[in-house]
């Protein structure tokens, strides 16, 4: 791995504690992609910046489901804001993380030019500020209408189960996978 730059791994099943014995063979990385990587965490993200000092790209996009309810992803951005202050482009699209998480990547990243929160529903952007205070920085989400009008083109029902019985239930879920066979 001594010459290894870029390192896509999205939808791994990797986990924390592979992450921490391969990142001390990692430091040339200056690309790396761990999106929709569900079992690492920040323990991951801190082993990472702490051994790929030459990094400047990372992307740790999820689905906001995978984060919704938990500290994990606010304890990664805050691993991100200690260990990697060389990170240029950033990617955490549908993390469930504070403005003040992004807030202190933002000030720890000085070199930070782009910084995509799409779909971090819980951050709030005052756009007047952010160009004032960092005009070279790019930031794109949280774009709610983006992300609900991406939904409501798929052509989707939702069933609350509770409602229903359970035999009417896998009734009417035997229906359905047989119209999808079709």
């Not at 999820?62 to 691993?79: M, R």
């Not at 469930?96 to 807030?103: D, F, G, R």
């Not at 409501?152 to 009417?168: A, P, V």
Request: hydrophobic fraction near 40%; charge should be negative.
């Amino acid at each position: 791995a001594g010459s290894l730059q870029v390192l896509r791994l999205p939808y791994s099943k990797i986990n924390d504690s592979i992450v921490e014995q391969a990142a001390p063979r990692l430091s040339t990385v200056t690309f790396l992609d761990l999106s929709y990587c569900p079992k690492i965490g920040a323990q991951a993200i801190e082993a990472i910046g702490k051994h790929c000092k030459i990094l400047v790209t990372l992307c740790r996009n999820t689905y906001f489901l995978y984060s919704a309810g938990t500290d994990e992803p606010e304890d990664e951005a805050n691993a991100i804001a200690a260990t990697m202050p060389g990170l240029k482009h950033l990617e955490l699209g549908s993390h469930n993380i504070s403005t003040e998480c992004v807030l202190n990547i933002i000030f720890s990243c000085p070199q930070l030019e782009h910084l995509d929160i799409n779909g971090c529903f819980t951050v709030n952007r005052d756009f007047k500020f952010f160009k004032e205070k960092y005009p070279k920085l790019k930031i794109v989400g949280p774009d709610e209408e983006k992300e609900f009008k991406e939904i409501e083109k798929l052509n989707f029902t939702i069933i609350d189960q509770d409602l229903y019985d359970d035999d009417f239930f896998e009734s009417m879920m035997e229906e359905i996978a047989m119209e999808l066979a079709k």
